[in-house]
């Protein structure tokens, strides 16, 4: 059975961190690549990082550059979203994505920015 769940979600106050986790299970992790997306209450959800299944590549949507840092463990089945100087706009529901031969994704973790 495939499973990604999100951990590490919460309130926080503009300008904090947080640090998200997916733990993958039921396929093979270091095959895939793994992302996070967000989708913001009204919005599309939107591709915000990824990274190579050997963890060497990674990318960024241009409003999250800076500040969010994607990584993995192999060895833990482990992806992992640092965030940084986090804004308002960060505000939504962050979801966990495997793309390979499947894709597979999370339930989602709510990330709320506020004062």
């Known amino acids: 059975q495939v499973q990604l769940v999100e951990s590490g979600g919460g309130l926080v106050q503009p300008g904090g961190s947080l640090r998200l986790s997916c733990a993958a299970s039921?396929?093979?992790?270091?095959?895939?690549?793994m992302r996070w997306h967000r989708q913001a209450p009204g919005k599309e959800r939107e591709l915000i990082a990824g990274?190579?299944?050997?963890?060497?590549?990674?990318n960024y949507h241009d409003s999250v550059k800076g500040r969010f840092t994607i990584s993995r463990d192999n060895a833990k089945n482990t992806v992992y979203l640092q965030m940084n100087n986090l804004k308002p706009e960060d505000t939504a529901v962050y979801y966990c994505?495997?793309?390979?031969?499947?894709?597979?994704w999370g339930q989602g973790t709510q990330v709320t920015v506020s004062s």
């Open positions: 990274v190579s299944p050997a963890g060497g590549s990674t």
């Open positions: 994505n495997a793309a390979a031969y499947n894709d597979y």
């Open positions: 039921g396929f093979v992790f270091k095959y895939y690549v």
